[in-house]
Nanobody
Framework: QVRLVESGGGLVQTGGSLRLSCRTSGINFSIARMNWYRQAPDKQRDLVAT???????DYADSVKGRFTISRNNPWNMVYLQMNSLKLEDTANYYC?????????WGRGTQVTVSS
């Protein structure tokens, strides 16, 4: 069974940092593309960052230069380092992958940025 479990969210002031983690199981992690999405209240879920199996990354324009996605294949983990956080980064952050043609999501971890 595929499982994605996020952790690391919390309350942080503007300009602060958080590191999100996603622990995976049930997939061949080393060949899976991994993604972080976020969803703010009353907004759609948007792609924040993606990392391929060989470590190539891409980011939403709104987080470029502030967020870094990384992976640890032996540990089946993907991370999202978030620096210089802004109020508009407040959202529920979800780990995602597509495996055997199905979309798999974690339950999310809440990030709240306060002034």
């Amino acid at each position: 069974q595929v499982r994605l479990v996020e952790s690391g969210g919390g309350l942080v002031q503007t300009g602060g940092s958080l590191r999100l983690s996603c622990r995976t199981s049930g997939i061949n992690f080393s060949i899976a593309r991994m993604n972080w999405y976020r969803q703010a209240p009353d907004k759609q879920r948007d792609l924040v960052a993606t990392i391929s199996r060989n470590g190539s990354t891409d980011y939403a324009d709104s987080v470029k230069g502030r967020f870094t996605i990384s992976r640890n294949n032996p540990w089946n983990m993907v991370y999202l380092q978030m620096n210089s956080l802004k109020l508009e980064d407040t959202a529920n952050y979800y780990c995602h992958t597509t495996w055997k043609s199905l979309d798999w999501w974690g339950r999310g971890t809440q990030v709240t940025v306060s002034s």
